[in-house]
C-alpha cells in the first residue's frame, strides 16, 4: 500500500461512525453486528461488555472482517473499506485510557451511559491484516486490494 492509499484508507475510517463486526461464532457461523467504534490510523477499535456475544466469539477465534462506508445516493458514490484483521482485548491500561478518551471525544453520549449498561466494559483492537479499499466513484465494482 503506498502512502496515498493508506491515507485514503484512515480518512474514510476517520469520517464514519458505525461499521459491521463480522465474528465466528461457535457453531462456526458467521455473525455481523453493528457497532460505533474509533481509530488510530489503520487500527480500529470498539468498546462492548465482556458478556457479549461478539466479545466471545473473539475469545474463540480472533479473526474478524469489517466494512465501513461512507453514505451515499447512488452506486456511482460508494466509498467504503473492506478489512480483515485479529482482534485482541486491550489489556494495557495507557492504551485503554488512550481509546476511551478518543471514544468520549467521538461519542461524547457515552457518558450518559455510565453505569446503565450491564456486565464489564472491554476494548478490542483489531490490527488489520488485509484491506479492500472500494471506489466506485472510479467505476463501477472498482475494487483495491491493499497489505497493510
Known amino acids: 500500500m503506498n502512502a496515498t492509499q ?6 474514510i475510517i476517520g469520517q464514519t461512525d458505525d461499521m459491521t463486526l463480522a465474528t465466528v461464532r461457535p457453531d462456526g457461523f458467521p455473525q ?5 467504534y474509533v481509530n488510530d490510523g489503520l487500527i480500529v477499535y470498539f ?3 465482556n458478556d457479549a456475544q461478539k466479545a466471545q466469539n473473539i ?3 480472533d479473526k474478524v472482517s469489517l466494512t465501513i462506508n461512507r453514505p451515499y445516493s447512488s452506486w456511482d458514490e460508494i ?3 473492506s478489512l480483515g484483521g485479529l482482534a485482541r482485548q486491550v489489556t494495557d491500561q495507557a492504551e485503554f485510557d488512550k ?6 471525544a467521538k461519542f461524547p453520549q457515552m457518558s450518559g451511559y455510565e453505569g446503565v449498561v450491564p456486565g464489564e466494559l472491554i476494548i478490542f ?3 488489520p491484516v488485509a484491506i479492500s479499499l472500494l471506489d466506485y466513484t ?11
Not at 6 to 11: A, E, F, G, L, W
Not at 99 to 104: D, P, Q, S, T
Not at 139 to 147: A, D, M, P, Q, V
Request: charged share 20%; glycine share 16%; proline share 2%.
Open 79 to 81: 466509498v467504503g473499506v
Open 6 to 11: 493508506k491515507q485514503r484508507v484512515i480518512d
Open 99 to 104: 481509546v476511551a478518551g478518543l471514544m468520549f
Open 138 to 148: 472510479k467505476g463501477f465494482g472498482h475494487i483495491e486490494n491493499l497489505t497493510p
Open 59 to 61: 475469545g474463540t477465534c
Open 125 to 127: 483492537r483489531i490490527d
Open 47 to 49: 468498546g462492548t461488555t
Open 32 to 36: 455481523a453486528t453493528t457497532v460505533s
